[in-house]
């Protein structure tokens, strides 16, 4: 088996904002503002095979990562159903991208975009160091969730509402008590609501379980709103002119 694809691998582990990390962060930025100069494009075309390709990639990446675990022995119920937001996310992401589905855009605009920036900040790598798959593979999902709803806003003109706010984070709420539900039945913890990850993530800032619970939820909302307000603004100023 070719190194970087190895379970045991035998390189340098992942190191939180080192050069590595840092450059795969840049990375993910640089395809994010690319898109604004693609909006200014008159070409149709161009943007259909990026969009299709987008979704593509999403899909394709996916598919190897279960592959890999399943490989290697690794998928189980308790860890790889298609439970935490990202991993939804991608495939939500894909199928917005193909149909072009607003629906899914409110959801993926505020909980894709705020829920892939958490594990790209502070990514679930374990031994997995730069230039194996593993991480590369996550940050070409969290990246392309982002990236997917940029691109339904910035390229093809989609935007969120107040409304979409108010129906985001109820239906996330209602999402949340569910999984929780099926954490107890099978012993797991998809979305981290029975205790936090054995890695270092944005939630060790947050307090004991359950106040990280609570805490989280605050952030969230405080998220929803960074992310509407260039749209309330803009609103705003539109009121303003007429």
Request: aromatic share 18%; with cysteine; net charge positive.
């Amino acid at each position: 088996m070719i190194p970087y694809f190895a379970k045991d691998y035998t390189g340098a582990p992942f190191v939180l904002f080192d050069s590595a990390h840092l450059t795969a962060l840049g990375i993910v930025l640089l395809v994010n503002v690319s898109l604004v100069f693609l909006r200014k494009s008159s070409s149709s075309k161009l943007k259909d095979w990026i969009r299709h390709g987008l979704a593509i990639l999403l899909i394709v990446n996916e598919i190897a990562r279960q592959v890999w675990l399943i490989y290697y022995e690794q998928w189980g119920i308790q860890w790889n159903l298609p439970l935490h937001l990202c991993t939804i996310f991608v495939w939500l992401s894909a199928y917005m991208l193909i149909t072009k589905n607003y629906a899914i855009f409110e959801f993926g605009y505020f909980l894709g975009i705020g829920g892939a920036l958490q594990p790209l900040l502070t990514p679930d790598a374990g031994i997995y160091g730069f230039p194996h798959f593993y991480p590369v593979q996550l940050f070409i999902s969290h990246g392309g969730i982002i990236a997917a709803a940029v691109f339904m806003a910035v390229v093809e003109g989609y935007r969120p509402y107040w409304s979409s706010i108010k129906k985001v984070f109820i239906w996330g709420n209602i999402y949340l008590i569910f999984v929780t539900i099926i954490n107890l039945l099978i012993d797991s913890n998809y979305l981290y609501t029975l205790h936090k990850p054995h890695v270092v993530t944005l939630l060790d800032f947050l307090g004991p379980w359950p106040w990280y619970l609570v805490n989280a939820e605050i952030i969230a909302l405080i998220i929803f709103l960074l992310l509407y307000a260039p749209y309330a603004v803009r609103d705003r100023r539109g009121i303003r002119t007429n």
